[in-house]
């Protein structure tokens, strides 16, 4: 939240493409130069929804199959960059439906999505709030059983691959409790088609101790050649 005090912070990472979970709309932050070529937001509460930037050629348009009532992922076109894709962003909500919260979400995108899903160029990135180590907890839709659909697909996590982790076994946290250093957790992730796989250059995580005051999730970074 509160993404005009930290927005020109993660600008300093030079992204092309930037997914904010739990941002305010983009009307609070016209006194903050980002210098994005455009935004899209999606939510219902304007103090609290879910953002995407763009910098430089890229270009944000997102698609007329979004579905609102999938809290929340959004199906966006990527174009006028170096390689036009189409980009998933995330932030899994805690909704009505107790079989499908969180990480439901995401499974129940990657069936109404299907289609733009089995394209070549896709990434899907943000909030998951989620992990292995909850799977116990959602029975119809767990954490692992939507990595393996994903793999099914030729779509996978770029930390995991680069840092040859065991999902549910993280070394590095994207998320502290509360902000404190003792209760970290890994939610956050970009799972990429095999195209960006195939070009993935390098994975980045932000450390405790420079995010802590600014957030309770550190970034993931992810760098693919041209």
């Known amino acids: 939240m509160a993404f005009r005090n930290k927005g020109q912070l993660i600008q300093m990472k030079q992204p092309d493409i930037l997914v904010v979970p739990e941002c305010e709309h983009p009307d609070n932050l016209l006194n903050i130069n980002l210098n994005a070529t455009s935004v899209l937001w999606c939510g219902t509460n304007r103090n609290k929804g879910l953002a995407v930037f763009s910098f430089g050629n890229y270009r944000l348009n997102l698609m007329d199959v979004h579905n609102k009532e999938i809290k929340i992922v959004c199906p966006i076109s990527v174009t006028g960059g170096d390689v036009d894709f189409t980009l998933m962003a995330v932030w899994a909500q805690r909704t009505k439906d107790r079989d499908y919260r969180h990480i439901g979400q995401v499974w129940k995108a990657l069936y109404h999505y299907i289609e733009i899903l089995s394209q070549e160029k896709v990434i899907i990135a943000g909030d998951f709030n989620s992990n292995v180590i909850w799977d116990k907890k959602h029975r119809l839709a767990s954490h692992s059983m939507t990595v393996k659909k994903l793999s099914d697909m030729q779509i996978d ?5 680069h840092f040859s982790q065991v999902q549910g076994k993280e070394i590095h946290p994207t998320f502290y409790l509360y902000r404190h250093e003792k209760k970290p ?8 088609s095999s195209y960006f796989m195939k070009r993935l250059m390098d994975v980045e995580i932000g450390a405790y101790e420079n995010w802590k005051t600014h957030s309770d999730h550190t970034p993931l970074i992810a760098n693919f050649a041209s």
């Open 157 to 161: 996590s770029v930390y995991h691959s």
């Open 185 to 192: 957790y890994h939610i956050d992730y970009c799972f990429a």
